[in-house]
Structure formats: structure tokens, C-alpha cells
């Protein structure tokens, strides 16, 4: 069957920050140089902010230049920070609070907004309809379309109505094309169609390789008398121990509501950690059950975050395209924040294209000045003045790397004069399951810890059942003949969501794959040691729900 097409000037792919900034920011200039620019955004999500994940501190900045009377016009930026606090937890009693003064200044959060990521994505898409942007959530890019000169020509969109083995069903309906002068690819972390580009143009050639977090994230409902709004909480240690880097975050919204979550650096070693295990027990730390016993958990999350940084930044141009914000990896690891960096790459990406669109520019060309007015924004430098930080971490472990870290954040100001490098993908640091230890994680209690079959269903997860499985195999025996003798299947841990099970099967081990619980986290993507599993879009609209996250 023939699919049907539409033709844009720019086609965005993504509706989180990254995207809908490019969206805004193109038609802001469109309508003061009085030029006729069409602009689309696809989002997989069933609606804008339904799968944007984050703690989230945000830093106005790229907002007040993007928006400046956001404020006015009811940006919910509802809580500002009132004070920050940083931990280490040395053990499972027991903690010290760091001084403010030894704090990186990096991670200082006056004048920021603890908010609801999603919340303030909607409020963005808004914004862009009130511009006249095209907005189509429910509807995933499944496939990159390119030009006869192999320039990018658009996207299509999958189909609807396969069946498990891909055959059509009564309600079939054949994706659509979409076609545009340029195509902005914005998917956030580890998106599936900028890792294709980035393997068919070789974008990622002259950087470090792209490193990786595990966010785990829960949103609770907590007693009045141990909520205090702006309340920013940070910290390491336990229950990580000296080989495995992260940190954790607590921070008070408005509502009585509390935001928790653990960050889990995936070029973790022992095959039997669990990032979801290890939150769950976190939680059971005094530093954090004071603030959670007596609450009630309303909803549960997990996405994988890029923090390589500058080192690891690929060329963000190619024919026809730019790839953009968290898809690039433009979050800031040093402030553990990524919205403004992504919202501001953004920006820069809709300036450099109404520059070129302006002056009759028919599409289809490397727009190769994009880097240098990226190089030549703040997001630039300020991840420059961050690029050690967490390639220190990796080289010298904790306390070393936390030492150098201070002193060329506080003292330096991100600009001593030689730069680390961590050139070991994620996915290639486990190590066999016979030299590793065995981790006893404890059964969770219903009240502070939990499973993951009832943490999926809070996060509102859904999928249609009978279509293909999105989590693809590109051998189907190495589960079994490779991961399972060599690292004790760590596809069972380190997914989230509990979509992956060896199972017996007449006798003999078996992979099942239980794609209805993925909240589309990425991390097996990623960290598969034989980088055998491919992640590839669902049907539009499937996947998780996530309300105030």
C-alpha cells in the first residue's frame, strides 16, 4: 500500500524540551520576518509530556530568553528553591551532611525551579499550537525516508494495526510520510532513529563514546509536617558501593508532593546489580524514610540519561537533519540537569535554520554553521566548563574524582587547562558473573520498597498487546548461548520494568521478552553487554502515562 505524504518546511521529531523549543523559537522568527515556515512536531507519547521523565530542578535560562513573560502567562514554575542540601550516606544508618562551601558550585540551586518536567512540557506544546505549530502525539517516526542523493527527506511514521507477527489486522492503518526541507531529530536520550544516524553518517566519529545513567525515579505524597517546598536534596554512598558511581535526589514540590530518585552511572561492572533493587532499598535509609514513612507513592518512572557531555557530543549536523538536545547529549552532568542545555540547542537549531530558510534555501544540505553557532552559544560553554566532571568520577572513583571535581569547579571555574577521557562504551564494562558478587537484595515491605509489577502499573504503562515486540534481537540465541553462562542473563536486572525473564522452556532456558511492561528507558538498549537488543518504536500512543513526572 501506497503511504500517504505531507510537506513541511521543518519536521520535528519529539515533543519534549529539545523539540518543542526548536518549534516555538521557529515560528516566534517566522512571524518577525513575516516568512511563511511550516513546522510539525511527532510524539510518540499519547500526548505531549505523557513520556518526559526527570527530577526535575530546572534552570530558567533558556526559558526567559525562549518565553520571558513565562511567568505571566502561567508556566507552571510553581516552585522556586529555597535551600539545598547535599549527603553522603556512608552506610545503611548512617550519613553526614556535606557543607555548603565543599558543594561544586556547580550543583548550587538558587534561583531555580523544582518542577514537573511533563507538566511543563504540555504547557510548551501549548505555546507552539498558539503559534500555529502542527503537533501529532500518538504518532511515533518509526523510519528515516532519505533523498536519492542520500540526504534525509523526512520521516514515516509505523503502522498501525500489525498483528505479533506483523501481518495486518481488520484495524490496519499504513503509516504516513512526512517530508521537509530539514528534519530536526529531538527523541531525547539514546533515540532510536539519531543512533541509526548516527551509525549511517558516522557522527559520533571524533568524540568519546556516549555514557549513561539509569534514572529511577518515584513521586510520593508525604505528611505536612515533613514537607518543605523548594527543598532541594542531593547526595551519594550507599547503597552503591566504591565501584559503582551515582547519586540521589529529593526534592519538595508543591502539594505535600516529593519527588525521589537515584541515578545509577550504567558503566557499572557486577552483573547482579539492579538499579531498580538498589532504589528500592535506598529508600529504607534514615536520611530518606524520615520524609517518606506516613506518605503514600502515587507514581514510579525510569529513563536512561546521557552524560557524557562535551567529550562525548557528536557532530549535531548532515544532510537534511540536525540531531538536538538529549538525543546529542547535551545535558549538563556536573548540574545534573539537561532541560535548559537541550531547550537552548534547541534554539540555536530553529535561529541557524530561519537564517537559511530565509534566503530561499530549498533543504537537503549539511547545515555545517549550526556548529559553529552552537559553539558560540552559553550551552557551550557551560558544557566545556563541566566535560571533567564526570569522566574524573570514572577514572579516579569517588572521593578522588569528588576532590579534583571541587577544586575544578569551585576554584577554577571548569577551565583547568587539560581534559579526562573515558573512551570505555557502558555496555562493555560488566564483567563475567563467576568473577562477580552475588548481590542479596531484601523482599520489599508494600510500604516503603516495592515490586516491579505494581511499579509498572502506577506508571500508567500500556501497550497493545498483539504487535510486534519492539524489543528486537539481532541473534535470538546469544540470550541464552552468551549472556546467560557469561553474565547471568543481566537483562533480568538491569531493565526496570521486569520486561525481560529467562524462563524454562521443555527443560531448557528460554528468553521471554515481556514488552507490555517497558516504560521505554532505554537502558537495554544500552547496556546489553553484546549489544544484541535493538529498541525500536512501539505502535503510537503505547507506552508509559506518566501524570505530574
Not at 510553581?78 to 550519613?95: K, R
Not at 537515584?262 to 528500592?280: G, M, R, V
Not at 552524560?307 to 545535558?331: E, F, H, Q, R, Y
Amino acid at each position: 500500500m501506497e503511504r500517504e505524504s505531507m510537506e513541511y518546511d521543518v519536521v520535528i521529531v519529539g515533543g519534549g524540551p529539545a523539540g518543542l523549543s526548536t518549534a516555538i523559537r521557529l515560528r516566534q522568527l517566522a512571524q518577525e520576518k513575516q516568512i511563511d515556515l511550516s513546522v510539525c512536531i511527532l510524539e510518540k507519547g499519547s500526548e505531549i509530556g505523557t513520556h518526559i521523565l526527570s527530577g526535575a530542578v530546572i534552570e530558567p535560562r533558556a526559558l526567559n530568553e525562549l518565553i520571558p513573560d513565562w511567568a505571566e502567562r502561567g508556566a507552571p514554575l510553581l516552585t522556586p528553591v529555597t535551600e539545598d542540601q547535599v549527603f553522603f550516606l556512608t552506610g545503611a544508618e548512617s550519613s553526614f551532611k556535606t557543607p555548603n562551601f565543599l558543594v561544586p558550585a556547580s550543583t548550587h540551586n538558587m534561583g531555580n525551579y523544582i518542577v514537573s518536567l511533563g507538566n511543563v512540557c504540555r504547557w510548551l506544546g501549548e505555546q507552539a499550537e498558539a503559534l500555529e505549530v502542527e503537533i501529532y502525539p500518538g504518532f511515533a517516526a518509526a523510519e528515516i525516508l532519505y533523498n536519492e542523493d542520500g540526504s534525509v527527506k523526512g520521516v514515516a511514521t509505523g503502522d498501525m494495526g500489525l498483528d505479533e507477527s506483523g501481518q495486518q489486522k481488520v484495524s490496519y492503518e499504513a503509516g504516513m510520510e512526512l517530508h521537509a526541507k530539514y528534519t530536526v531529530f529531538a527523541e531525547g536520550c539514546r533515540g532510536h532513529l539519531g543512533k541509526q544516524l548516527m551509525e549511517k553518517f558516522d557522527l559520533a566519529n571524533d568524540c568519546d563514546p556516549q555514557h549513561y545513567g539509569i534514572g529511577l525515579k518515584e513521586l510520593w505524597e508525604v505528611e505536612e509536617d515533613k514537607h518543605q517546598p523548594g527543598l532541594v536534596v542531593h547526595g551519594t554512598g550507599w547503597p552503591l558501593d566504591k565501584d559503582t558511581t551515582g547519586g540521589f535526589f529529593l526534592y519538595h514540590l508543591e502539594d505535600r508532593q516529593v519527588a525521589l530518585g537515584l541515578i545509577i552511572d550504567l558503566n557499572y561492572s557486577n552483573p547482579y546489580l539492579s538499579p531498580f533493587d538498589e532504589f528500592q532499598r535506598f529508600k529504607h535509609h534514615p536520611a530518606i524514610s524520615k520524609t517518606l514513612t506516613g506518605g503514600k507513592r502515587l507514581s514510579y518512572g525510569a529513563r536512561a540519561i546521557a552524560k557524557g557531555g562535551l567529550n562525548s557530543l557528536p557532530k549535531m549536523s548532515l544532510p537534511g537533519a540536525l540531531v538536538i538536545g538529549c538525543d546529542a547529549g547535551t545535558l549538563n552532568y556536573a548540574k545534573i540537569k539537561g532541560s535548559h542545555t537541550a531547550m537552548k540547542s534547541g534554539m540555536v537549531a530553529a535561529e541557524t535554520l530561519v537564517d537559511i530558510l530565509s534566503q530561499g534555501d530549498d533543504g537537503g544540505k549539511d547545515i555545517e554553521q549550526y556548529a559553529e553557532n552552537f559553539r558560540t552559544s552559553w550551552v557551550y560553554d557551560e558544557l566545556y566548563r563541566s566535560r571533567n566532571f564526570g569522566p574524573v568520577l570514572h577514572k579516579l572513583g569517588l572521593y578522588l574524582g569528588a576532590a579534583f571535581n571541587y577544586i575544578d569547579q569551585n576554584l577554577c571555574r571548569g577551565k583547568i587547562p587539560f581534559t579526562f577521557h573515558d573512551r570505555i562504551a557502558d555496555h562493555a564494562t560488566l564483567k563475567r558473573a563467576d568473577e562477580s558478587r552475588l548481590i542479596d537484595y531484601p523482599k520489599p515491605d508494600g510500604v516503603l520498597s516495592f515490586d516491579k509489577p505494581s511499579s509498572v502499573f502506577i506508571s500508567n504503562t500500556n501497550h497493545e498487546e498483539d504487535q510486534p515486540c519492539h524489543l528486537t534481537l539481532k541473534n535470538a540465541d546469544i540470550p541464552v548461548s552468551t549472556n546467560l553462562p557469561d553474565f547471568a542473563a543481566p537483562e533480568q536486572r538491569y531493565c526496570p520494568a521486569g520486561v525481560y525473564e529467562i524462563v524454562e522452556d521443555q527443560g531448557e532456558p528460554r528468553l521471554q521478552i515481556n514488552a507490555q511492561n517497558c516504560v521505554h528507558c532505554k537502558t537495554c538498549d544500552i547496556k546489553d553487554p553484546s549489544q544484541n537488543i535493538v529498541w525500536v518504536v512501539p505502535e503510537g500512543g503505547g507506552g508509559p502515562n506518566y501524570p505530574n513526572m
